[in-house]
């Protein structure tokens, strides 16, 4: 399960969501950073890019 939340929260990491922690709860709060500057928009183009090609990548468990 933590493997899952940490991959969930470095998603949104890329996606431009800063994740933090509810203390008592297992809840997230999500806060919008959205890249303001054109290195930060494309960083996160890259990141997009990495995050979807990850995702399109066959699994390994076989």
């Known amino acids: 399960m933590e493997k899952i939340q940490e991959q ?3 998603l949104l990491r ?3 969501y800063e994740v933090g922690y ?3 709860l297992d809840t997230y709060e ?3 950073e959205r890249p303001e ?3 930060e928009k494309i ?3 890259r990141s ?3 995050a979807l090609a990850e995702s399109r990548k066959p ?3 076989s």
């Open 8 to 10: 969930a929260k470095g």
């Open 22 to 24: 509810l203390s008592g």
């Open 37 to 39: 500057s054109a290195h």
């Open 14 to 16: 890329d996606l431009g």
């Open 59 to 61: 699994d390994d468990a």
């Open 48 to 50: 997009l890019n990495t």
């Open 30 to 32: 999500l806060y919008v």
């Open 43 to 45: 960083e996160f183009l």
